[in-house]
């Protein structure tokens, strides 16, 4: 069976990358295409439309809803949600709770944010369910403990809980459901469910840590003292705490009902408890005693908000991403760069088409890992500036054709919003050290490249839900994953994205750790607008692979006409040349990862142009899409080959 997988496997990426031979890259170069079929996307390449054939897993198709997510259970769920006659905002809510709950890369103590496009308003919203730095949590703190960042796992890992007040929000302005309804899945699986072999196996990987923390080791591990400690496969694992922390918030709105509340404050009494009640003190007592930072008045304190969203314009389609707190916007500044090129006429996946997106990449990133941190605090991300057309066509003109650009540095986008640079001597410093340096990325020993890839893909999962009425969500929770410190009694397992601040101001002034902030994290879901009307919902995980993955989807269905099941299995490449949001923020000039499939004289030119390539036969992410078929008034959804992620429409 493995040998038929990996033929089927080698067969699609052979069929879903470029031209294999010169002449017919040639060909693709010169005839850029004809109009797609279908009004999934504006062209289709004649010499990949050539190559088409069925992807490894099915399109889906509906008419009335679509839910996606990243288990075949939680997908259910949001399917669940529509059958009791919900939207797709309570669809998104039910698959957050059921993936938190399964413990696919995540947990109820993660963070969730989202873009959700209202059919009401005809706008595109977004929500901030990040949490933020508890009190204590400084540069002097860390540094005291010997530490060059915030630890990788552990209490003081953790920021504050935003999953449980992200989907409580998100129900309260745009659902329709109750939260009782809404959680009853997530209720049935904490009371037990079959394990999938991903997270089983990921938790007897983990166990010696797990152990470390008394109450991950009650929950996680119910075999102690046997070979493997960890459930197996198909096994129903069971985690009584956790039913009854989210019963607690049932019981909550239903008093508040009988008191005679609205819908909306029925909700918020739940929220509450989670935050303000007795659920928020055994959280607390048991980060405490753990040895974490999180006090109640951070939970008191903290709060998700409705947001505008960044946008640009690439073609004619609105982008919609998430502000600064997120990496998103450099997907927005990628697209802008990119748009001084004719990519589709290089062909899809030729040298020259996978060098200029790098080198668009490795620009957007480099302002990313300077600029990006949280817009609440002061000063103010350049967003402007950043997002300026005209800084994008500077940027665009320093893309070397020959050659990568090993140290890209950061630009300058304030005279662009007409304002001065407050950080101009770090930005100098950077820019004066990326000129001078000359040595190539080391090489790796396998375990280091092993890590290296962990680094940059810590996952999460992702959430897609559409209907018939015009709502449209895209969701990327996360935070909580295995390994995670369970807090006390709740069930709930801890966020590890204190990873994901500085402590020198000289790497990203905007992104420094403090008591109430929220670090930068590389959660980046999608929505696009085409003749603005709701066009395409697309999202991935993977840590900072996410939007390089997303953007090669976005290109893979605009630029070559793609299907979204298509884009989502395609033969994507990856970057590791900019800063790893996570462990030691490692980089790799001139480092990248290419599907196995890449042909032998594209991957030569690649390395005469400086590259460092590695292989892999599946290099997409586990993306996960939904397009609005205007034409025939219809969803078309994806979900990737990459991992467990699932669909299901009606």
Request: proline share 8%.
């Amino acid at each position: 069976m493995k040998s038929i997988a990996i033929a089927a496997a080698l067969s699609l990426l052979c069929m879903t990358t470029a031209p294999t031979t010169p002449a017919q890259a040639q060909a693709a170069a010169a005839n850029p295409g004809q109009a797609a079929p279908q009004g999934l996307g504006p062209a289709i390449n004649p010499a990949l439309a050539r190559s088409i054939a069925k992807t490894q897993k099915p399109p889906l198709h509906g008419r009335h809803w679509m839910a996606i997510t990243g288990k075949p259970l939680a997908a259910t769920a949001g399917a669940m949600m529509f059958q009791r006659g919900g939207n797709a905002v309570d669809a998104a809510c039910a698959m957050i709770a059921a993936t938190s709950t399964m413990w696919d890369v995540l947990s109820w103590g993660g963070e969730t944010q989202a873009l959700i496009y209202d059919p009401r308003s005809k706008k595109v919203i977004a929500i901030n369910g990040l949490g933020v730095a508890p009190a204590g949590a400084t540069p002097e703190f860390f540094r005291g403990k010997g530490l060059k960042y915030p630890p990788e796992r552990g209490p003081l890992a953790a920021v504050t809980p935003g999953t449980p007040g992200g989907i409580m929000l998100m129900l309260q302005e745009y659902g329709t459901l109750s939260l009782a309804e809404v959680l009853q899945p997530a209720i049935d699986l904490a009371d037990g469910y079959p394990i999938d072999a991903e997270t089983a196996d990921n938790i007897e990987r983990w166990k010696d840590k797990l152990k470390e923390w008394p109450y991950s080791r009650q929950v996680m591990l119910p075999h102690p003292g046997s070979a493997r400690e960890a459930p197996r496969a198909g096994e129903i694992f069971r985690q009584a705490d956790l039913a009854a922390t989210l019963r607690k918030l049932v019981e909550a709105e239903k008093q508040a009902l009988a008191g005679g509340k609205s819908r909306k404050d029925a909700i918020q009494a739940a929220y509450d408890r989670f935050y303000r009640g007795d659920v928020a003190r055994e959280f607390v007592r048991g980060v405490q005693e753990q040895g974490g930072l999180i006090t109640l008045a951070d939970l008191a304190q903290w709060q998700p908000l409705v947001e505008a969203p960044l946008r640009t314009n690439y073609r004619g389609v609105d982008v919609y991403k998430l502000d600064t707190w997120t990496q998103g916007p450099a997907l927005l500044q990628s697209l802008n760069i990119l748009e001084n090129f004719d990519v589709r006429a290089m062909g899809y996946n030729s040298a020259n088409y996978i060098h200029t997106v790098y080198q668009a990449m490795n620009l957007a990133f480099a302002d990313r890992d300077f600029y990006y941190g949280d817009p609440y605090f002061p000063p103010a991300e350049p967003r402007q500036g950043l997002l300026s057309k005209e800084y994008a066509k500077q940027r665009a003109a320093t893309i070397r054709r020959d050659r990568n650009d090993a140290y890209a540095a950061p630009g300058d986008p304030y005279p662009f919003q007409g304002g001065r640079n407050p950080y101009l001597d770090l930005l100098q410093k950077h820019q004066r050290a990326a000129s001078a340096a000359i040595a190539p990325a080391p090489e790796l020993t396998a375990r280091q490249q092993e890590q290296l890839r962990e680094d940059f893909r810590s996952g999460t999962t992702s959430v897609i839900a559409a209907d018939a009425q015009g709502w449209l969500v895209s969701v990327t929770p996360s935070g909580g994953w295995v390994p995670a410190t369970i807090a006390g009694r709740t069930g709930i397992g801890l966020s590890q994205r204190m990873q994901s601040f500085v402590l020198d101001p000289a790497e990203n002034p905007y992104n420094v750790v403090e008591p109430g902030k929220r670090p930068r994290v590389t959660l980046t879901p999608s929505i696009a607008l085409r003749d603005g009307k709701p066009w395409l919902a697309f999202a991935v995980q993977g840590g900072d692979s996410q939007d390089q993955n997303l953007l090669q989807f976005f290109l893979n269905v605009l630029e070559f006409g793609m299907t979204p099941q298509e884009a989502a299995e395609a033969a994507n490449f990856e970057s590791l040349q900019m800063k790893a949001s996570f462990g030691q923020h490692q980089t790799q000039p001139g480092r990248i990862t290419l599907n196995s499939s890449v042909p032998q004289w594209v991957t030569r030119e690649l390395i005469g142009r400086g590259y460092l390539p590695s292989f892999e036969t599946r290099t997409s992410g586990p993306i996960n899409a939904i397009l609005i078929d205007p034409e025939n008034g219809s969803f078309w959804g994806g979900s990737s080959n990459h991992g467990e992620d699932y669909g299901i429409g009606w």
